[in-house]
């Protein structure tokens, strides 16, 4: 019998800590993929329209995920277990249900690459994510919002007549509900994943899935393709050959890669869809899907020094390296394919044991590996169970779920209550509003916002065309003329969203949050010093207030002010920071700044010389290795190499 149960999982965590307080207003500036003149005319057609199409141009209306650091301690973790007597299965409901861990019980054997430690890092969209498992990406390019997020959870009867694990939450950047079914069949090692995106309203919408499966890096990756998209740090798209490049590397073993990367692989129409990892005996995981999940992709982290200080970043101290293999609705992470207005759509996902013969698949026969590879799935998994699985699991696919094994947000439960939106097997309790959505929610009910909690910072604000039209005919208060910049602000309209907060600032009684939005609006535009000023009139407005906001405003005043050389005003707002703020590693690092821009390059070599960490570093920094080289012809020390640029 299969069991699905509640239990605990205790690994050395980095507390998440606090989300920032500010409105992730700034421009995200994702630069369009550019794309070989030899290579455009191949592309097939549905790729060349939805290449690039509708980038994000904010996180809004998330906020960003920065409050963690970087020291670990044993944390008790809430997990769901799903066992049977071939497959383990540990699922972090409060974590974006990741899957944990995937053993296999006969042999013992960990599926995935597991990592012995949780710590958060700036790779999400809004911030904190973790490395390993398997995860469930949605809403544009990148790691999910909802990566260290609570998802709903419950069991619902499976497709086979067992248990099954339902995983389900509001999506807010596409603002699209999605739900994650997982199953073991009694006498099957391989587990099922039933996903379903669904948007429920009266106009089109981007949709983006990748589900992203670490593996040890050790093993040689195989999908049913002769050639890939490869996509780099230097944002280039270009075709390439597989499984060896143009200078002989065979790049489907990950430690062969000098550099990070992304392979694509050009599956044929029709294929079945599948990619495998495995080792030096042939053995290791495979995932295959419905042919919905069209995509398949490899991502390395390389053995440049960039990429050995990013996997180390990530967990401890002699943990193994791992690759991601994944899967996706589009044939690359840089589409967003459409999903029409009413309109859902759903696959099924495979993942488990496989094993081939060795010899075949590290044969230099890149046909005869791959159709070695296939054949062995071919009689573990048929193409039509698959296919037969997923019919069996959309008969089952509106149950509604059992009590709660996990909760998630408020944010779905006011969509439905806005929308009336009728979502079968995934609800959306009114009693799940929180204290973040009771000031929508008074909106719904009253066509005005509360007056906010003096000192306290602004709520979060649904951005969508819906709420915008309600704040707009809302009363004209401060409170409602910061949300409606917001919201405008999100929809593009930045020059009325100006107009709103300048509106809101004449009678505020809270200033620096308009104050805040007007600073990043003068940001934006390039209006560098006028921005300065109104950064640094913020952080005034809002001095002695939350210690939370202040530390988040002042970081981006002494960065404005260093923008235009303005140190003096810098060092003082450093100065009059607490001592505890100031030894963090993000403050270590503009103190660094500020002392090369005082002409103090010794001191700021100092700085370096003591050590720090800046916790919420991005994928792929290289502002550590510039200010670095400004101060020193010295090659930059490993603890400060996050440089993933192949030059």
Not at 136 to 159: D, E, F, K, M, Y
Not at 220 to 241: C, K, M, N, Q, S
Request: proline letters at 8%; a negative charge; charged letters at 25%.
């Amino acid at each position: 019998m299969t069991t699905v149960r509640r239990a605990v999982l205790t690994l050395p965590a980095a507390p998440l800590g606090p989300d920032n307080p500010l409105p992730a207003l700034h421009h995200l500036g994702a630069a369009a993929p550019s794309v070989d003149e030899r290579d455009r005319s191949a592309l097939p057609r549905d790729m060349a329209r939805q290449l690039g199409h509708a980038p994000l141009r904010t996180l809004l209306p998330t906020r960003m995920r920065d409050g963690y650091g970087r020291a670990r301690t044993p944390t008790t973790l809430d997990t769901v277990e799903i066992e049977n007597a071939h497959l383990k299965v540990t699922v972090l409901p409060g974590l974006g249900g990741r899957v944990h861990s995937l053993l296999h019980k006969p042999t013992g054997r960990e599926l995935l690459y597991r990592n012995p430690v949780l710590q958060p890092a700036a790779f999400a969209l809004n911030g904190a994510w973790f490395s390993g498992g398997i995860e469930w990406n949605i809403g544009a390019r990148g790691h999910s919002t909802l990566s260290c997020a609570p998802l709903h959870a419950a069991v619902v009867p499976a497709p086979d007549g067992g248990e099954m694990l339902r995983l389900w939450e509001w999506e807010r950047l596409r603002d699209l509900p999605f739900q994650v079914d997982l199953w073991l069949p009694a006498n099957s090692a391989h587990l099922r994943v039933g996903v379903r995106v669904r948007n429920p309203h009266e106009r089109a919408v981007p949709c983006y899935w990748w589900s992203n499966t670490a593996v040890p890096e050790d093993r040689r990756i195989l999908a049913p393709a002769d050639t890939a998209w490869h996509f780099g740090y230097e944002h280039a798209l270009r075709r390439v050959p597989v499984p060896r490049s143009e200078d002989g590397t065979d790049r489907t073993y990950p430690r062969e890669s000098a550099h990070a990367g992304d392979w694509f692989y050009a599956l044929p129409d029709g294929q079945r869809r599948w990619i495998a990892a495995l080792d030096a005996d042939g053995e290791g995981l495979v995932q295959t899907s419905t042919d919905r999940l069209l995509g398949r992709k490899l991502f390395v982290w390389g053995t440049g020094r960039g990429g050995r200080r990013w996997q180390e970043w990530l967990t401890e101290p002699g943990t193994p390296g791992y690759a991601e293999i994944q899967a996706g609705l589009a044939r690359t992470q840089l589409e967003h394919p459409v999903l029409e207005a009413g309109e859902e759509v759903s696959w099924l996902e495979v993942y488990g044991p496989l094993a081939a013969d060795p010899a075949t698949v590290h044969g230099a026969d890149w046909a005869a590996a791959r159709a070695g590879v296939e054949s062995a799935l071919a009689e573990v998994l048929p193409r039509a169970e698959v296919d037969s699985a997923y019919a069996r699991w959309r008969a089952a696919a509106d149950t509604e779920p059992g009590p709660p094994l996990a909760t998630g947000s408020g944010w779905g439960a006011l969509e439905v209550l806005r929308g009336g939106h009728e979502l079968p097997g995934t609800p959306f309790d009114p009693a799940l509003l929180g204290d973040e959505q009771r000031p929508w929610a008074g909106l719904l009910r009253t066509g005005a916002l509360p007056a906010p909690e003096p000192g306290a910072a602004p709520w979060q604000t649904p951005i969508s065309d819906a709420w915008r039209d309600m704040l707009e005919t809302a009363p004209a208060e401060p409170v409602t003329e910061y949300h409606l910049g917001v919201a405008q602000w999100a929809a593009g309209d930045l020059a009325q969203a100006v107009r709103s907060w300048e509106r809101g600032l004449k009678n505020a009684a809270e200033r620096w949050p308009l104050l805040y939005c007007l600073a990043v609006a003068d940001h934006e535009a390039g209006h560098r010093e006028r921005a300065a000023d109104r950064y640094a009139e913020a952080l005034a407005a809002q001095d002695g207030g939350d210690p939370l906001v202040t530390a988040a405003l002042a970081r981006e005043t002494v960065a404005a002010l260093l923008g235009v050389d303005r140190t003096a005003e810098a060092r003082a707002v450093l100065s009059r920071l607490p001592g505890e703020v100031r030894a963090r590693g993000d403050f270590r690092y503009l103190e660094a700044r500020l002392l090369c821009a005082e002409g103090r390059p010794a001191e700021a070599r100092a700085v370096f010389d003591a050590g720090f960490e800046v916790a919420d570093l991005k994928e792929g920094a290289e502002e550590l290795g510039e200010l670095w080289s400004r101060l020193t012809d010295e090659p930059l020390p490993d603890a400060y190499e996050f440089r993933m640029r192949a030059d």
